[in-house]
């Protein structure tokens, strides 16, 4: 695993050229995105490099990690409506190659179907990821099994206290949510992980200094062939070296 430190700025800038890289070399890529503010800016750096007519997104395809039980992807705080609004609704993507899991008609029979689909894909590429503050990746909450596809969970309260400031009260934020599993995640050929943030240095120096755990789970990456981690100063505090 790699880990790069440096000001939030270039993080994200750095991150931003390896996706576009990406679809430079292969235009058809297989994309994991991930959703919350961390991955904001890069998005915005890739509608920039599509409207400079530097990408193209006509033949990506792309799987989102996650979503909220019980919210369709009309409603304001999905993670779908997420998607178009910071990224979608700007690139020349096919809306029908854009796949965010569905918080509404998942079921714990068929939730693994969504693995399915990516396998039918050809695999990710590339996937991005944030980190919770508790170390969950996706929505995997310290705990879950390294070997889990596609399912849903139920949400650690601080992972709801975390969200619950896109929403207008704590009691609006979904108890449940679909995710792809760590088994699924670490199927992808290439990841990106970024935190940014002192709320992150925790779970980062757990990550990367700590045990492989499923107390940590960010900390699976460590026997992923192909991690980066790029880690503002801010989220970098906390790693001992
Ligand atoms: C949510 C998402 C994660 C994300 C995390 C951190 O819980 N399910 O995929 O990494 O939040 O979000 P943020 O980037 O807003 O700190």
């Not at 050229?17 to 994991?32: C, I, N, T, Y």
């Not at 809306?95 to 894909?121: C, F, R, S, W």
């Amino acid at each position: 695993m790699q880990v790069i430190i440096d000001s939030t700025a270039k993080c994200v800038n750095q991150a931003a050229e390896r996706f576009s890289a990406l679809l430079r070399r292969k235009p058809d890529a297989v994309l994991g995105l991930a959703t919350g503010s961390t991955p904001e800016a890069l998005y915005g750096k890739l509608i920039e490099q599509y409207k400079a007519g530097i990408i193209s997104f006509k033949k990506v395809t792309t799987f989102n990690l996650d979503e909220y039980v019980g919210l369709n992807g009309d409603h304001p705080q999905s993670y779908r409506r997420f998607m178009q609004e910071k990224l979608f609704d700007h690139v020349d993507i096919d809306l029908k190659q854009t796949h965010v899991p569905d918080g509404v008609h998942t079921t714990p029979e068929n939730a693994a179907d969504y693995d399915k689909m990516i396998e039918a894909a050809g695999g990710i590429d590339l996937l991005l990821l944030g980190i919770g503050n508790n170390g969950h990746i996706g929505f995997n909450e310290p705990g879950s099994s390294f070997d889990a596809l596609t399912h849903i969970v139920d949400l650690n309260e601080s992972t709801r206290q975390a969200n619950a400031r896109f929403f207008a009260s704590i009691n609006e934020v979904p108890k449940q949510a679909v995710t792809m599993g760590i088994h699924t995640i670490m199927q992808a050929r290439s990841i990106i992980l970024m935190a940014f943030g002192a709320g992150k240095s925790q779970a980062i120096a757990g990550a990367v200094t700590g045990p492989v755990s499923a107390d940590v789970p960010a900390s699976v990456l460590r026997l992923h062939p192909d991690v980066t981690m790029f880690v503002d100063d801010g989220a970098a505090t906390d790693i001992k070296v």
